[in-house]
């Protein structure tokens, strides 16, 4: 995996949006050992903190396809997972190519061979669930929307509703303390890839007004 997948984290309330199922749906999920956040730390007696990974998400994403848009059975799903891990696949939903004929799952092995009961004439690659698309739903999701770029906003709870720029959890002062320092607007944007330049000039223009 790309060394940027490795460094994303979602929230559950973000998890659920990318997979478009519900809150409820997803705790049921967790519950039963299909799909479960890297990091839950309980806070507080009503304060768990759940995020997912990159990878995560893909495993929810396959799930989600199997059980809404293939009408999958749950348990017939948690079957499938629970057999390919008694096989030595730690993460199958994510390390496998799944296929459907109606209302059967079947999975390739890496070395090509499909497990399932699969007659010989029996075609299934049409619709075997291509992870690409999957990745690309949630890259798409990490993306900051080009009409938030030199925008500023004040987001309650964040940052004590500093300004920050829309899109992202950057505080504007803190692009002000790197132009204080010295820094330009390339050397800024390293530092936070998701800034643009228009951002850049947006501080300016506070610092500015102020």
């Known amino acids: 995996a790309p060394a940027t997948e490795e460094l994303l984290a979602f929230p559950d309330n973000r998890a659920v949006k990318i997979a478009r199922i519900s809150l409820r749906r997803l705790r049921y999920w967790e519950e039963n050992g299909l799909v479960t956040p890297s990091i839950k730390r ?22 989600s396809e199997l059980r809404t848009e293939r009408n999958m059975s749950l348990q017939h799903i948690r079957r499938v997972v629970k ?3 008694s096989r030595g696949y730690e993460s199958p939903l994510r390390e496998l190519k799944f296929a459907t004929v109606g209302s059967d799952i079947y999975f390739q092995h890496p070395d090509g061979a499909w497990e399932g009961d699969i007659r010989p004439d029996q075609i299934i690659l049409e619709k075997t669930i291509h992870l ?29 509703s500093k300004p920050i720029f829309a899109g992202t959890r950057i505080p504007v002062a803190t692009v002000q303390n790197y132009l204080q320092a010295g820094y330009n607007s390339e050397a800024i944007i390293e530092e936070y890839p998701s800034l643009t330049e228009a951002d850049i000039e947006a501080a300016k223009r506070l610092v500015k007004a102020s």
């Open 83 to 85: 057999h390919l891990r």
């Open 132 to 160: 690409d698309p999957l990745r690309a739903r949630i890259d798409a999701a990490t993306r900051r929307p080009a009409k938030d770029a030199g925008r500023v906003v004040r987001r309650r709870g964040v940052h004590g």
């Open 42 to 63: 309980q806070l507080s007696p009503h304060n768990t903190v759940r995020l997912y990974s990159f990878q995560d998400l893909l495993s929810l994403l396959v799930v």
